[in-house]
């Protein structure tokens, strides 16, 4: 398994650029799961569905299947600091890619995602992780860089990139026990 992580600020096109590569890293064969990031209090369940039931009346362990698809949600007792190590765990084995939206603290690989337009200052100086810097206007960073350099409005380019340089992105996560 592979898993690429990718960094930014909010409105910076993360959620639009994995969007994107998704359907570019399928049409190359490549099986892609995702981990995002997301607020304290979000939420897939719905009142009313049997599945928000169940959990409202207690259940730490929620799975809803069909013949399509499965879900998992689990109530912690307790805030629980989750890495993003243990939530790869989580994920079926059998898949090629995992795109890591958010997390940009986190010691995987990662692609910062830049936009000079959003007004927020770059992380690829001072974060190591960073292995590629994806940007619609490259002329705009405000230190040069000796990472490559990605179109961010050209996701097919970047999901070549990511398979050209897939050796580089292989996740054993007994380094990360």
Not at 76 to 105: C, I, M, S
Not at 111 to 118: G, L, N, S, Y
Request: a negative charge; aromatic letters at 10%.
């Amino acid at each position: 398994m592979k898993v690429a992580g990718f960094a930014g600020f909010s409105g910076a096109g993360k959620t639009t650029l994995v969007t994107q590569l998704i359907p570019a890293l399928r049409a190359m064969g490549l099986r892609v799961s995702v981990v995002k990031h997301a607020h304290h209090k979000f939420d897939i369940d719905h009142p009313g569905k049997d599945s928000f039931r169940h959990r409202a009346a207690g259940a730490f362990e929620v799975v809803v299947a069909s013949d399509r698809r499965l879900a998992l949600m689990r109530e912690f007792e307790q805030p629980a600091q989750l890495t993003v190590h243990h939530l790869l765990a989580e994920l079926y084995n059998g898949v090629d890619w995992v795109l890591v939206e958010g997390f940009r603290d986190s010691n995987l690989l990662k692609i910062e995602v830049w936009r000079p337009e959003a007004g927020h200052p770059v992380r690829y100086p001072h974060d190591d992780f960073i292995a590629a810097v994806a940007t619609p206007l490259p002329a705009a960073l405000p230190e040069p860089t000796l990472r490559p350099v990605l179109d961010l409005d050209d996701p097919p380019a970047v999901a070549r990139w990511l398979a050209d340089n897939g050796e580089r992105f292989d996740y054993n996560p007994e380094l990360f026990a």
